[in-house]
Each structure stands twice: as structure tokens, then as C-alpha cells.
């Protein structure tokens, strides 16, 4: 079946640091992804849309500016927190579709914790 | 306007009981619906789907779900609870338009020994 692969698994950095996060199709082209953010005990938040080739979609409230995504193949994405804070401090997942309709089920990363200290 | 609500945050059951998580939508369009399972510091991962096929869909581990367009439901079951099955399950609703996708809050499932 259709596998997306998200790294790290989790992350620790100090704060005013970027982390990066990525998210591959391993076996499918994606020309979307998607970056949620999830915390505790909460459901998943979708953060912004990664279209290969363009700019991502941010949802309204997310900072495009500390969350930098590029899209630069159909199988990689990846999150950049950039200055992070504690305030940061979260699960992080991506999702990518094998097909280009509503019909096609999303295959999710293992998702990434991130610590901001 | 559309919607998902999963009409409960958390559901007890021993093992070896049958299983039933619920969930509801609101839509103008036909959706596409999916079940998904989250483990603990896990992504999730699709159990079943209904793409507006047969409206008992049979998914992964014994689970199944039945569309219901007149009661707007489709609710998760599973006839026999074991202990691997818990976990925190989302109720997902995807409409036309590209991959617009409204995910339910959850519903975390014990299953007590």
C-alpha cells in the first residue's frame, strides 16, 4: 500500500532555532500534501496545503513566515519551523493523497514531536 | 455548511465486546467517508473508506461501517473488542473540490482485560 514516510520522529531544539521537518511518498506521486498539527488529547489542525511547483496554502491563523513548506518534487514536502519557541511545541503530521479527487483516502507520516526548550 | 461530529470523546468496552463508535455529518454533496486509527504518537492509518459504493464498507482488523444518507451517519463497529483496538479513532468527511477533508474530533477507545 501507498507509504509516506515523515522525519524525524521527534525532534528537540533550542529555542530561536529552525527545525526542519520531511514528509516523502514513497511509493506514489503526490502533487499534494498536507501539514497538520496536532496536540494533546485534540483532533489534527490543518496548517497549509503543499502543491508541488507553487506556493503553499496556508489555513487562516497559521504564520506562513514560521512555517515555511516547499514542494520542490511529487514526493517530497517539507515543514520548516523557523525561530521556534516553546509555544511551538507540538505533533506534527503530513498526509498526501494518491489520487486527485475527494474519493482518494489520505496516507499519513508517523508524525513528529516537536520540543522547543 | 459541512460538518463531522463523532457524538463521543471517549468509549469504554472489555474486551471481547462488540464495539460501536459514532459519527455524523452534515452535507450539500455526496462526501466520501473514512475511518482513520491514531496510536499513540502515531499518523493515522485509513481502517475503511466509503466512496458511494456499498454502504456496509468492511475495513481493516474486523472493523466495518455502515452509510446511512437518511440518518447522515456512518458509525464504526467492530463485533469483537481486543485489546490492540485501543486507540483514538477519527471520523474523516472528504468533498468535491480537491482533497477537502473535515476530520471529527475524535473518539478515544479503552478496552478493558
Known amino acids: 500500500g501507498a507509504v509516506v514516510s515523515q522525519h524525524p520522529s521527534w525532534v528537540i531544539c533550542k529555542s530561536g532555532t529552525s527545525v526542519k521537518i520531511e514528509c516523502r511518498s514513497l511509493?506514489?506521486?503526490?502533487?499534494?500534501m498536507f501539514w497538520y498539527r496536532q496536540f494533546p488529547k485534540q483532533s489534527l489542525m490543518l496548517m497549509a496545503t503543499?502543491?508541488?511547483?507553487?506556493?503553499?496554502?496556508?489555513e487562516q491563523g497559521v504564520e506562513k513566515d514560521k512555517f515555511l513548506i516547499n514542494h520542490a518534487s511529487l514526493t517530497l514536502s517539507t515543514l520548516t519551523v523557523t525561530s521556534a519557541h516553546p509555544e511551538d511545541s507540538s505533533f506534527y503530521i503530513c498526509s498526501a493523497g494518491e489520487g486527485a479527487n475527494y474519493n482518494s483516502p489520505l496516507h499519513f507520516g508517523n508524525g513528529t514531536r516537536l520540543t522547543v526548550t | 455548511a459541512q460538518s463531522v461530529t463523532q457524538l463521543d470523546s471517549h468509549v469504554s468496552v472489555s474486551e471481547g465486546t462488540p464495539v460501536l463508535l459514532r459519527c455524523n455529518y452534515s452535507s450539500s454533496y455526496s462526501p466520501s467517508l473514512f475511518w482513520y486509527v491514531q496510536h499513540p504518537n502515531k499518523g493515522l492509518q485509513l481502517l475503511l473508506k466509503y466512496t458511494s459504493a456499498a454502504t456496509l464498507v468492511k475495513g481493516i482488523n474486523g472493523f466495518e461501517a455502515e452509510f446511512k444518507k437518511s440518518e447522515t451517519s456512518f458509525h464504526l463497529t467492530k463485533p469483537s473488542a481486543h485489546m490492540s483496538d485501543a486507540a483514538e479513532y477519527f471520523c474523516v468527511v472528504s468533498y468535491t473540490g480537491g482533497f477537502k477533508t473535515i476530520f471529527g474530533a475524535g473518539t478515544r477507545l479503552f478496552v478493558k482485560a
Open positions: 511509493d506514489f506521486q503526490a502533487t499534494t
Open positions: 503543499s502543491n508541488e511547483g507553487s506556493k503553499a496554502t496556508y
